[in-house]
T-cell receptor, first 119, second 115 residues
Framework: GAGVSQSPSNKVTEKGKDVELRCDPI?????LYWYRQSLGQGLEFLIY????????KSGLPSDRFSAERTGGSVSTLTIQRTQQEDSAVYLC?????????????????FGPGTRLTVL | AQSVTQPDIHITVSEGASLELRCNYS??????LFWYVQSPGQGLQLLLK??????LVQGIKGFEAEFKRSQSSFNLRKPSVHWSDAAEYFC?????????????FGKGTHLIIQP
């Protein structure tokens, strides 16, 4: 079965340009997460989607970051007016839901990431 | 707020030797705890997780971890490492329902295996 896929695998852009990063979750997974992995900060949670509900944007580092999820499946993370400090690996993860009916936190399955380099 | 500390940035172990990677967490209740491994160019793979019950949990690839509430720790162990275990290891904590979304990760421990 297919896992979480992300595209592109690598993206090099110039400072000030906008970029879009795509995530295809595992089929049937209703929960989708974006994380950022950078040298100075480690792995940081960015945003979470559950089905068609409004996303939890609490982790987004600035208003230049936004994300959407169309039809409860594919998600796009957009970074406007990129800065050099946005250079990082952006990881997407999906799960069957955030919690099981018994209250246990469900396992997140991670994609390979998109490496973003802002020159 | 929850947090995770992995005090060792790098660890070097000889092949065949035992391994222990340290993880300490901060959370107001019993947390959900995870260990992930990331090999070069790969995504994160779950090694094991703790939710409740037996405090010694077994994972894939011969790894195990022990939850110690009194020490707020969840250290990862393996009795005999293989060269293929060289990777970055991340400890993570997840909140109970109603808490923060997403996982909070430690900064990782880079494991180097000497022949």
């Amino acid at each position: 079965g297919a896992g979480v896929s992300q595209s592109p695998s690598n993206k090099v852009t110039e400072k000030g340009k906008d970029v879009e990063l795509r995530c295809d979750p595992i089929s049937g997974h209703t929960a989708l997460y974006w994380y950022r992995q950078s040298l100075g900060q480690g792995l940081e949670f960015l945003i979470y989607f559950q089905g068609n509900s409004a996303p939890d944007k609490s982790g987004l580092p600035s208003d230049r970051f936004s994300a959407e999820r169309t039809g409860g499946s594919v998600s796009t993370l957009t970074i406007q007016r990129t800065q050099q400090e946005d250079s990082a690996v952006y990881l997407c993860a999906s799960s069957l839901g955030e919690y099981s009916s018994g209250g246990a936190l469900r396992e997140q399955f991670f994609g390979p990431g998109t490496r973003l380099t802002v020159l | 707020a929850q947090s995770v500390t992995q005090p060792d940035i790098h660890i070097t172990v000889s092949e065949g030797a035992s391994l222990e990677l340290r993880c300490n967490y901060s959370y107001g209740a019993t947390p959900y705890l995870f260990w992930y491994v990331q090999s070069p160019g790969q995504g994160l793979q779950l090694l094991l997780k703790y939710f409740s019950g037996d405090t010694l949990v077994q994972g894939i690839k011969g790894f195990e971890a022990e939850f110690k509430r009194s020490q707020s720790s969840f250290n990862l162990r393996k009795p005999s490492v293989h060269w293929s275990d060289a990777a970055e290891y991340f400890c993570a904590v997840g909140a109970r329902r109603g808490g923060a979304d997403g996982l909070t990760f430690g900064k990782g421990t880079h494991l180097i295996i000497q022949p």
